[in-house]
């Protein structure tokens, strides 16, 4: 990955390089390893962009800093440039900053054209880590970088009703799914949710959906509710939206506990049927 910043030093841009080991046997980049190429771009940014203020933001207090909420939507062509070998360029910045959230927007864009093949925000928001209770960004951060008059994004909350879901898939959190912070890493929650979505495929329970691998992501929107940790044993529920056959939603469980809900769009292929 390579990085600079814009000219007028607002937005970080990020340039990634593909390679086969990306993608997935339907020819298309991994879901997952596009939600780490921004989460990558999101760290660079910080360190590029609040350089200065990162004394402010991390060591005091004993603070660190949480993705509460993730939002990505691409459009049908971003399969089609999407390619080993290919680059790929995300713009990032800050979009806005409350008393402990702060929201990051992202293009993602064609290294060729300069085409926007998608968008996405990211909710962070800062806490103690020791306690893990969100508390208040220093006001210099506040100052400097929040946006008079600009409305909070809107941030989904949590699914209204429990339904009974159309699959029940196990999994445990291993080693290799941890990152910094000691917890599964966002990324590995899409994941855990598309191995589900794949099982209740083969078993034909959904309506329109036939091979999860064949049927490429539109958007998905992750609410991360809790932490889960090494070795714990999760259940992934999933069903069927009722309004939308081609949205598949996940509640990620320890026990009774939410630990993250996912929602999934798929743009639906020919092949994706049979």
Known sequence: M???????????????ELHPFDFDR????????????????????????????????????????????QEVEVA??????????????MSTGISYV????????????SS?????????????????????RPIAWPDVIIDKYGKKGQGRPVVPGPFKERIDPAVVYDVTVTNSDLDENHHANQSVYLRFCLDAAATGARRNVFSVIRDVAFCPIKKVGVLYQKEALLGDELTVELWEDEGCAETLCFQIRRGEEEITQITVQFYILDRARL
């Not at 049908?76 to 360029?89: A, G, I, Q, R, W």
């Not at 008393?99 to 293009?107: A, K």
């Open 2 to 16: 390579k990085t600079r910043l814009s000219e007028d030093g607002t937005k970080l841009i990020a340039t990634y």
């Open 26 to 69: 339907s020819g298309r980049v991994q879901p997952w390893t596009t939600l780490q190429m921004l989460e990558h771009a999101r760290r660079a940014a910080i360190g590029r962009q609040l350089r200065q203020d990162i004394a402010n933001m991390f060591q005091h207090d004993n603070a660190t800093a949480f993705v509460r909420y």
């Open 76 to 89: 049908e062509d971003f399969y089609s440039f999407v390619k080993p070998n290919t680059l790929l360029v």
């Open 98 to 109: 409350g008393r402990s959230s702060l929201f990051y927007s992202y293009d993602i864009l």
């Open 112 to 132: 060729q054209s300069r085409n926007v093949l998608g968008h996405s925000q990211c909710q962070l928001v800062r806490v103690n880590a020791k306690t893990r």
